[in-house]
């Protein structure tokens, strides 16, 4: 149990484009997801913290209109990347919890990679 | 000041011997959990263990075995007959009562088990 899939697991882009990346809790249902970005031989930055059915927590220093975040249902919340540059390129991974307090568990991450 | 501190970058070792991952954590609340991920290569991060601040038993899953004591605020992760299987990159994280939702991740211990 507790599997949590991300798709792409990997995806290259032009700069100026918008990526959007999926999280889905498989086999429960999730009323928290969140997004961490992890850059290379670094630990995990959390981003935001997303409630079903309303509007993401953002870290400090996160711009939330360049990391747009929907969680539309318990199963389901999105990463949209908006005008992506270089320096957005990076291991963005979302785990999902099942309830307030309860483990996290991590998707596989997604690599994006802005040309 | 950093919540997490695992000050060892980066651990070799050779199959069949056995490690110690250290992790120090800092917090003013009486109520927290600490958690333990593996990140093997494919940058999924596995889930090994939650444990929260009122249950000082160490404990032991086959050949991994953690020891947390609140007196020096470390919860160290051991792994006996270390197999190649076991290289990966491994994270100690934190939750505090204030907010069970945000994570402090450490900087992750980077261990390779040589065969």
């Known amino acids: 149990g507790a599997v949590v899939s991300q798709h792409p697991s990997r995806v290259i882009c032009k700069s100026g484009t918008s990526v959007k990346i999926e999280c889905r809790s498989l086999?429960?249902?999730?009323?928290?997801m969140f997004w961490y970005r992890q850059f290379p031989k670094k630990s995990l930055m959390l981003m935001a913290t997303s409630n079903e059915g309303s509007k993401a927590t953002y870290e400090q220093g996160v711009e939330k209109d360049k990391f747009l975040i929907n969680h539309a249902s318990l199963t389901l919340s999105t990463l949209t990347v908006t005008s992506a540059h270089p320096e957005d390129s990076s291991f963005y991974i979302c785990?999902?919890?099942?309830?307030?307090?309860?483990?996290?568990?991590f998707g596989p991450g997604t690599r994006l990679t802005v040309l | 000041a950093q919540k997490v501190t695992q000050a060892q970058t980066e651990i070799s070792v050779v199959e069949k011997e056995d490690v110690t991952l250290d992790c120090v954590y800092e917090t003013r609340d009486t109520t927290y959990y600490l958690f333990w991920y593996k990140q093997p290569p494919s940058g999924e991060l596995v889930f090994l263990i939650r444990?929260?601040?009122?249950?000082?038993q160490n404990e032991i899953s086959g050949r991994y075995s953690w020891n947390f004591q609140k007196s020096t605020s470390s919860f160290n992760f051991t792994i006996t007959a270390s197999q190649v299987v076991d290289s990966a990159v491994y994270f100690c994280?934190?939750?505090?009562?204030?907010?069970?939702?945000?994570?402090?991740f450490g900087s992750g211990t980077k261990l390779n088990v040589k065969p």
């Open positions: 444990r929260n601040s009122f249950d000082e």
């Open positions: 785990s999902a919890q099942g309830r307030p307090g309860d483990t996290q568990y």
């Open positions: 086999d429960f249902q999730a009323t928290t």
């Open positions: 994280a934190l939750s505090e009562a204030l907010n069970f939702n945000k994570f402090y």
